[in-house]
């Protein structure tokens, strides 16, 4: 098994940033990927960004250019790096991951479901 704990949510005004971390404990060894999946007003739950084992990362088309995502392997903690903040990047961010048995290669980041989920945090954008 494995928690996430998702921090760093809060309020940001467009074109600002915030970053949110996300520390992983338990069968940290057996996770392929770590990452953030957020649901907005506007969308069902989408992808934000994914990183895997080998450090591939998939961005979500909305976040690309915009977000960042780091890992720091001694922490096991990634982060979210967000930037050019909109509007519509309200919403809740959720910290997710993968197992190495769980992931399938073959199914595109953005389609693959998730093991792993935080219980989430707020992010609200506003003048």
């Known amino acids: 098994q494995v928690q996430l704990m998702e921090s760093g949510g809060g309020s940001a005004q467009p074109g600002g940033s915030l970053r949110l971390p996300c520390a992983a404990s338990?069968?940290?060894?057996?996770?392929?990927?770590m990452g953030w999946y957020r649901q907005t007003p506007q969308h069902a739950r989408e992808l934000v960004a994914v990183?895997?084992?080998?450090?591939?990362?998939d961005y979500g088309v909305s976040v690309k250019g915009r977000f960042t995502i780091s890992r720091d392997n001694a922490k096991n903690t990634v982060y979210l790096q967000m930037t050019g903040l909109m509007l519509e990047d309200t919403g809740v961010y959720f910290c997710v991951a993968a197992s190495t048995t769980y992931w399938r290669p073959t199914v595109p980041p953005s389609h693959h479901p998730m093991e792993y989920w935080g219980k989430g945090t707020l992010v609200t954008i506003s003048e």
């Open positions: 338990g069968s940290i060894n057996s996770l392929n990927a």
């Open positions: 990183m895997r084992r080998t450090g591939t990362i």
